[in-house]
């Protein structure tokens, strides 16, 4: 059978797991796979871009937010990158410049904000471009679905079969489905990287700064 929503994602889980009496704890399985795949995965259908507006030194990061890949200033001319420094720098830095505002040039990330150096001294209008976690499948119609579903359901169904083995007392299968879901991410993230990268020029940069 297809798999391509989430009603047809539990029946398939109920199915390989030749059980009729996990109806309550599939969505469980699902959601602990999901939580696995957003600290693993990292693909082109995860890059989303969101900006915020301020004239104060910290942001709030986006709810579904990951890890950063570009911040930049598009209220600026041209739009200006920003650069990360740590975190313990940031104090560093503002003792440094004796606290003086101006137009940020770093940035570093603090818990669920970003902090902006130095304090901006007027609004400024902040890009990100950042790998956003992938919308749950807890919360939609049992006829709804997500990009990784559609794309990759065997991504899916591994994941949340190797999940279910502790439940339901199978160490072994648990064995199984990893290796089927590590191979089924490897192969995801190979194929990925080929599509966005094939064909072109990689030029480098460097992510931290240190002053």
């Not at 359901?153 to 064995?175: E, K, N, W």
């Amino acid at each position: 059978m297809a798999i391509s929503t989430k009603a047809e994602l539990h029946t398939a889980v109920a199915n390989w797991l030749n059980r009729s009496d996990l109806t309550d704890r599939i969505s469980e399985f699902i959601s602990l796979a999901e939580a696995g795949f957003n600290r693993n995965l990292r693909i082109r259908e995860m890059l989303v871009r969101s900006t915020a507006s301020t004239d104060t030194q910290y942001v709030s990061l986006p709810t579904d937010y990951l890890e950063m890949v570009n911040i930049e200033l598009t209220s600026t001319s041209p739009p200006k990158r920003l650069v990360y420094i740590t975190s313990d720098r940031s104090d560093d830095y503002r003792e440094k410049q004796n606290n003086e505002t101006g137009t940020p040039d770093y940035y570093t990330i603090e818990g669920t904000s970003i902090q902006l150096l130095p304090t901006p001294n007027s609004s400024v209008t902040v890009q990100l471009s950042y790998f956003q976690s992938i919308p749950a499948l807890s919360g939609l119609a049992d006829s709804g679905n997500n990009h990784l579903l559609l794309s990759n359901p065997d991504v899916y169904l591994y994941g949340t079969l190797m999940q279910a083995s502790p439940y339901v007392m199978d160490p072994q299968s648990a064995g199984q489905w990893g290796g089927l879901l590590d191979r089924a991410l490897q192969e995801l993230q190979l194929s990925d990287e080929k599509s966005r990268y094939s064909g072109g020029t990689l030029n480098m940069r460097p992510k931290y700064i240190y002053t």
